[in-house]
Nanobody, 121 residues
């Protein structure tokens, strides 16, 4: 399963930005899909994920500011980031986990290449 990300860029504090990710491949299903982020010297941390049951999980640092949405029919997930702060600067990675046929059903855990989000005044 391949993931294509879009939407990163440079914004000022307090502004908004939306990241989008689309999954593609052969025959696959998605159990959960979402976003993580990483800054140099730190571990990758959860931003937000959306499960098949529609349940959204957010990292503590983004609760109340970020909103994740998922379109199952399109295999896409987006995160709308509002009131961005300097500390939101990071490389954001899309992640999807589920099952794929290769050639039999097996689990997968795919990551996008990452998109840079820079919040700077």
């Amino acid at each position: 399963v391949q993931l294509e990300e879009s939407g990163g860029g440079l914004v000022q504090p307090g502004e908004s930005l939306t990241l989008s990710c689309a999954a593609s491949g052969g025959t696959f299903s998605i159990n959960e899909m979402g976003w993580y982020r990483q800054t140099p010297g730190k571990e990758r941390e959860l931003v937000a994920i959306r499960t098949n049951g529609g349940h959204a999980v957010y990292g503590d640092s983004v609760k109340g500011r970020f909103t994740i949405s998922r379109v199952d029919a399109m295999n896409t997930v987006s995160v709308e980031m509002s009131n961005l702060k300097l500390e939101d600067t990071a490389v954001y990675y899309c992640n999807a986990r589920g099952y794929e046929v290769d050639p039999h059903w097996k689990t997968y855990d795919s990551w996008g290449q990452g998109t840079q989000v820079t919040v700077s005044s």
